[in-house]
């Protein structure tokens, strides 16, 4: 970290995407890497055939000034990634294959899992820890293991000692809990309100469990939480939720990162004025499904607002010292 100017931390705290098969395609994206940029996620749109995506991913390693989270929303059901490769879904929903029973929610996750390895994947935003309540969730629903926090709870234990066996890092979401919205953040941004003993009870414990099963990261929502919070901020962006609540009071170390920014969840805000809260709320690592000029600018934004003290350079390090510990504990970096 000593060896980083500003401006490779600040790309450090950024998992970009890009929207061809050839990263080379969008010069932006082409650049980030070059700099310094700490993670790729990967959609649909990238993934063409088998050879093409491990192809793709060993010209990335090759042109990385950092190796970097070559990351990917792999749930199964609904949110699968590799639709081109297996002519439709493969893989059963998190809520179906926790019915399928313990046993068949270990064989699916550990066949998941392998291949992704198999393309060089390191990172998987699974599982959804959410406790789907309401059954008109028009967001979560089967992505959920169950509507029970107990019976969540149960599945991720299984789940999370797959990944950890086969050193993939899994990416717990969407803290504090999804799973009683009536409204899809991609698209608003929705209110929870719940009393804080029925969020704390049966929506934030299954991630207390996660984190004591030694979770490497947690993704925060774009959702209010007036119970817990009263800053009128969605999670993402809020110190009480993040700082307070997940850091002090569930004792998590790992990374901390941010759903899609181009969700509607967070567009009150600018983007500058987005990240610049979400750093300051103790925020590690926002995702960015595309790589355009305005994240160009929006870097050079965020160097000038560390010079201008709105952030401090010790919150960035902060952040800088939890992406490396999880790339040399995963072996990512050496």
């Known amino acids: 970290m000593q060896e980083m100017i500003l401006r490779q931390k600040i790309l450090q705290m950024f998992i970009l995407g890009f929207s061809q098969d050839d990263f080379r395609c969008n010069k932006y994206f082409a650049d980030f890497i070059k700099e310094g940029l700490g993670g790729v996620i990967f959609f649909s749109c990238n993934i063409k055939s088998q050879s093409q995506f491990r192809e793709l991913i060993l010209s990335l390693k090759e042109n990385a000034f950092v190796e970097m989270f070559y990351s990917i929303d792999q749930e199964g059901g609904r949110v699968e990634r590799t639709e081109n490769i297996h002519k439709g879904k493969k893989y059963l929903s998190a809520g179906g294959a926790y019915k399928m029973g313990l046993s068949f929610l270990q064989s699916q996750t550990k066949e998941i899992v392998l291949e992704l390895k198999s393309y060089g994947i390191n990172m998987n935003f699974a599982p959804v820890l959410d406790v789907n309540t309401n059954e008109n ?5 089967d992505r959920a293991y169950s509507n ?3 019976e969540v709870i149960e599945a991720a234990r299984v789940v999370l000692n797959v990944y950890k066996n086969h050193k993939i890092i899994a990416v717990g ?14 698209k608003t941004l929705p209110v929870i309100n719940l009393a804080e003993e029925d969020l704390i009870q049966n929506h934030i414990r299954p991630f207390g469990s996660a984190i004591k099963m030694g979770i490497p990261a947690i ?15 969605p999670a993402s962006l809020s110190y009480n939720i993040i700082t307070g ?3 002090k009071e569930l004792g998590f170390n790992g990374i901390i990162m941010t759903d899609d920014m181009e969700m509607n969840g967070v567009k ?4 500058l004025e987005a990240c610049i809260k979400a750093i ?3 925020i590690d690592m926002f995702i960015f499904r595309d790589s355009t000029k305005d994240i160009y600018d929006l870097i050079d934004n965020l160097e000038l607002a560390v010079k201008n003290e709105q952030i401090t350079e010790q919150r960035i390090n902060e952040s800088i010292e939890r992406i490396l510990k999880i790339k040399y504990d995963y072996n990512i970096i050496r």
């Open 280 to 282: 300051n709320a103790g």
């Open 245 to 247: 609540l997940l850091r």
């Open 268 to 271: 009150g805000f600018s983007r």
């Open 173 to 186: 979401k969407h803290f504090p809990g999804h799973g009683a919205s009536s409204d899809d953040s991609h």
């Open 219 to 233: 993704m925060a929502a774009h959702v209010l939480y007036p119970s817990i919070d009263n800053s009128n901020l």
């Open 137 to 141: 969730n028009p967001i979560i629903g």
């Open 148 to 150: 029970k926090a107990d």
